[in-house]
């Protein structure tokens, strides 16, 4: 934990008038628990602050009691927050929030805390370490540096992000700290067992059927030696399930004993193209992939956005690939 970098926004956060908290779009179980955390303790200590995501999140984690609900209401950002701390982004655009920020007539102080290694240090401080499994694992430590009693609620909201960004400490991503913490969390009241059937244990019949179209459709790119499927906009209609359903293939993709990494393709509503790469060597780092498609990530998992089709996008990776 950099001490000097936590104490610095510690003293930010007591000092600030009013607060806010973004994390990325389409946020995940990370995202949420990070702004979450940080606002039960905001809460606790009586400052004011909004939160923003420029999506709203699924409805399965609209519904978890712990999380907090977000605003994705534009309106926030005509308020004046002399504070915006940002969670669980690699940058302000993946955030979504670039835009808003370039706008403002004021120069408010933005924290930036997050673990991916394509973070590019936007904040004028910032709290990043590449090394830790989940941003909430970075916001432990630096309720623990500072001082602050992690209550009930903060506590397993901090759970939320380890198991999710961990695949249940399942994934490369689960380090000795991750799993340390995780047990302090529980001592503090998080239910362990209760989080982790929110997320672990949440496939319906239609789900695992998508997932089946999905699984039928893997190939291997010989030469790149990178195993690929797709799942199409019509895939989610005719098995009349949600788009968040097909979260979770790429990290399955993990368990094949071929290719060097994992590659599936998602075709968006919006007619974009959501590609995922996971890999488990310790040689192969997809967000070196990822970044030369526009994207970015850790080392063991990554994604992009690309416009057009699932054909041309598939053309335009194997193209760009080859160059990397």
């Not at 905001?42 to 923003?52: A, E, P, Q, R, S």
């Not at 504070?83 to 670039?98: E, K, N, R």
């Not at 998992?301 to 690939?321: C, N, P, V």
């Amino acid at each position: 934990m950099p001490h000097r970098i936590a104490k610095t926004i510690y003293n930010e956060i007591i000092k600030a008038d009013k607060i806010l908290l973004v994390c990325h779009q389409n946020p995940d179980g990370d995202a949420l628990g990070s702004v979450s955390a940080l606002g039960y303790f905001l809460n606790g200590i009586n400052k004011i602050y909004n939160n923003f995501c420029l999506t709203k999140p699924s409805h399965k984690l609209n519904s978890l009691p712990h999380l907090m609900s977000l605003s994705a209401d534009p309106q926030i950002w005509e308020q004046k927050h002399d504070l915006i701390i940002v969670l669980d982004s690699g940058d302000l655009d993946y955030a979504g929030v670039a835009k808003y920020i370039n706008k403002l007539n004021h120069d408010p102080i933005i924290v930036n805390i997050d673990h991916h290694a394509s973070n590019n240090r936007f904040g004028q401080h910032n709290l990043v370490i590449t090394t830790a499994s989940a941003t909430t694992e970075i916001l432990y430590q630096f309720f623990k540096y500072n001082n602050i009693i992690i209550n009930k609620n903060m506590a397993v909201a901090l759970l939320t992000g380890l198991i999710t960004d961990t695949e249940n400490f399942s994934n490369p991503g689960t380090t000795i700290n991750s799993l340390k913490i995780a047990s302090e969390l529980i001592h503090q009241g998080a239910n362990f067992n209760l989080v982790k059937t929110w997320f672990i244990r949440d496939k319906s019949i239609s789900a695992l059927k998508l997932w089946g179209s999905a699984l039928s459709r893997l190939t291997k790119h010989k030469t790149l030696d990178i195993i690929y499927t797709y799942i199409t906009h019509q895939d989610i209609i005719e098995h009349g399930v949600s788009d968040i359903e097909s979260e979770g293939i790429a990290n399955y993709l993990n368990n094949l004993n071929e290719g060097r990494a994992a590659l599936i393709l998602k075709e968006m509503p919006n007619g974009k193209i959501k590609g995922s790469f996971r890999t488990t060597h310790n040689d192969v780092d997809v967000s070196q992939m990822a970044q030369a498609l526009g994207g970015g990530g850790h080392k063991k998992a990554s994604g992009f956005t690309l416009d057009g089709t699932i054909e041309t996008a598939f053309e335009q990776i194997w193209s760009t690939l080859a160059k990397v």
